[in-house]
T-cell receptor, first 114, second 111 residues
Framework: DQQVKQNSPSLSVQEGRISILNCDYT??????FLWYKKYPAEGPTFLIS?????DKNEDGRFTVFLNKSAKHLSLHIVPSQPGDSAVYFC?????????????FGKGTLLTVNP | DAGVIQSPRHEVTEMGQEVTLRCKPI?????LFWYRQTMMRGLELLIY????????DSGMPEDRFSAKMPNASFSTLKIQPSEPRDSAVYFC?????????FGNGTRLTVT
């Protein structure tokens, strides 16, 4: 039973345009969400997070939106750059992030074409 | 800071052999995690240590898997005996407060 789902295995975008990566979750106890980026042959690196008390968090070119009623979050990258090409993982946890247990989605491969 | 260091980067072994994966967490981090990544199941938590004590090993697949953390700067994940279905990328991660910091993983192939 997959509690965090990333339904698009891959996404291709032109440089300079917006990339939108989506994530759905089923566990209503999740209240803290993170995005990780992973390059080949490297470990995932933390990108941005959001608590369920917010519906948006922004960090430079990266913005995460949370829709609690739909149990959906998205990561927007504007403008997209070739260096953003990587696998993006959505992750969720309970108890405001104090719970050590992260549940990951299977990832979306983003390719940004020059 | 060197980050989380894992060794070896690649391991190829034959079925039935013992495999030991190693991890050095970031200095000062008090939580350590072992994850496994496969195509079918994605990233799964195997075991979580806090202050060198195993807190949750419910993700360990079976008794063939064991993990230790003898001190704050070293952890091992052992598979004995190994099986082809153990082939995966194994990640170690550490944290103090906030997001996990992952190592670059060990790619294990069991033939």
């Amino acid at each position: 039973d997959q509690q965090v789902k990333q339904n698009s295995p891959s996404l291709s975008v032109q440089e300079g345009r917006i990339s939108i990566l989506n994530c759905d979750y089923t566990n209503s106890m999740f209240d803290y969400f993170l995005w990780y980026k992973k390059y080949p042959a490297e470990g995932p690196t933390f990108l941005i997070s959001i608590s369920s008390i917010k519906d948006k968090n922004e960090d430079g070119r990266f913005t995460v939106f949370l829709n609690k009623s739909a149990k959906h979050l998205s990561l927007h990258i504007v403008p997209s750059q070739p260096g953003d090409s990587a696998v993006y993982f959505c992750a969720a946890s309970e108890r405001g992030g104090s719970n050590y247990k992260l549940t990951f989605g299977k990832g979306t491969l983003l390719t940004v074409n020059p | 800071d060197a980050g989380v260091i894992q060794s070896p980067r690649h391991e190829v072994t034959e079925m039935g052999q013992e495999v030991t994966l190693r991890c050095k967490p970031i200095s000062g981090h008090n939580s350590l995690f072992w994850y496994r990544q496969t195509m079918m199941r994605g990233l799964e938590l195997l075991i979580y240590f806090n202050n060198n004590v195993p807190i949750d090993d419910s993700g360990m697949p079976e008794d063939r898997f064991s993990a230790k953390m003898p001190n704050a700067s070293f952890s091992t994940l052992k598979i004995q005996p190994s099986e082809p279905r153990d082939s995966a990328v194994y990640f170690c991660a550490s944290s103090l407060v906030g997001p996990l910091h992952f190592g670059n993983g060990t790619r294990l192939t069991v033939t």
